[in-house]
């Protein structure tokens, strides 16, 4: 699955021929903070009511989410008009 990392910016670099896209590529568990579980598999559903995903192995996962989309000025009036 994902065992790298690709920092993309640094791709305008490769583009140019600065840099080669080896140099974008860091070992996943090295970019990761400590603490943070990496699941080196496909979430298969998302089920926001639960706040969980299932991965492809079938695995529920539970999340943490926090949408705070009424803090962005103006965006339900957007959204909806």
């Not at 790298?4 to 840099?19: C, D, E, N, R, S």
């Amino acid at each position: 699955m994902l065992q790298f990392h690709y920092y993309q910016p640094m791709w305008t670099l490769v583009g140019a021929g600065i840099k080669t896209l080896d140099d974008s590529a860091a070992p996943m568990k090295s970019v990761l903070p400590s603490g943070v579980v990496h699941y080196e598999q496909r979430v298969q559903e998302f089920d926001p009511e639960k706040n969980a995903v299932v991965m492809a192995s079938g695995q529920k996962v539970p999340v943490m989410i926090d949408s705070k989309f009424f803090c962005i000025p103006y965006l339900m009036y957007y959204l909806f008009n």
